[in-house]
């Protein structure tokens, strides 16, 4: 099992405390749990759905995030952990990408759900290759702002996320992961050879 490194700066795994939460991230929140409350309750709603219509909520509004959650680090690019639930159910980050960056190639260990908030993130797709043991790609596409995606665990959903080196603009995306706050770095992605 591969774990990934992801830099960091001074202080992004500091959860901001419920009072420094933005109003939008605390209704995201809510959501959340509704989300759980739901699926707790019986198989009609839509787990999965409930969660991308969170993100697209939460995206669009623009004070869902500091500006200091919007910090790039020139090594990589930065996650910025917003929220944790409780209950280690969720975890909420802000991913900084600056131009050049991309995140490793990777299936999913938990469900997750993104939102791109600013920025077109390019977004490579993969199907898995039991017989050679990597990913194999299958197509690209962009990401501007507003799109949303949400997967369940396994490698039935292995993508790669990156800013092109050519962008003007640094980009900036919300994602939801189905892990305790601290476990955010270690038990979210399954890195894999492409």
Do not use: D, K, N
């Given at each position: 099992?591969?774990?990934?490194?992801?830099?960091?700066?001074?202080?992004?795994?500091?959860?901001a405390s419920a009072s420094c939460r933005s109003p939008a991230l605390e209704q995201l929140c809510r959501e959340l749990d509704a989300a759980f409350a739901a699926a707790e309750a019986g198989p009609n709603a839509s787990f999965g759905q409930r969660v991308r219509l969170a993100l697209q909520r939460a995206v669009a509004d623009p004070g869902v995030l500091r500006p200091d959650q919007r910090v790039s680090n020139p090594q990589g690019y930065c996650r910025h952990l917003l929220a944790a639930d409780p209950l280690n159910r969720y975890?909420?980050?802000?991913?900084?990408?600056?131009?050049?960056?991309?995140?490793?190639?990777?299936?999913?260990?938990?469900?997750?759900?993104?939102?791109?908030?600013?920025?077109?993130l390019e977004e490579t797709l993969y199907r898995w290759d039991a017989v050679e043991h990597r990913a194999l790609e299958t197509r690209r596409h962009p990401r501007p702002p507003g799109a949303v995606s949400y997967v369940d665990a396994g490698r039935g959903a292995i993508h790669q996320l990156g800013l092109s080196a050519d962008a003007a603009m640094r980009a900036v995306s919300l994602h939801v992961?189905?892990?305790?706050?601290?476990?955010?770095?270690?038990h979210v992605n399954d890195l894999l050879a492409a």
């Open positions: 099992m591969q774990l990934e490194h992801v830099s960091r700066p001074a202080r992004p795994f500091s959860p975890a909420i980050a802000a991913l900084v990408w600056a131009p050049g960056q991309a995140s490793p190639v990777h299936g999913h260990r938990t469900w997750c759900g993104y939102a791109v908030m600013e920025g077109t992961y189905g892990v305790a706050g601290e476990q955010i770095a270690t």
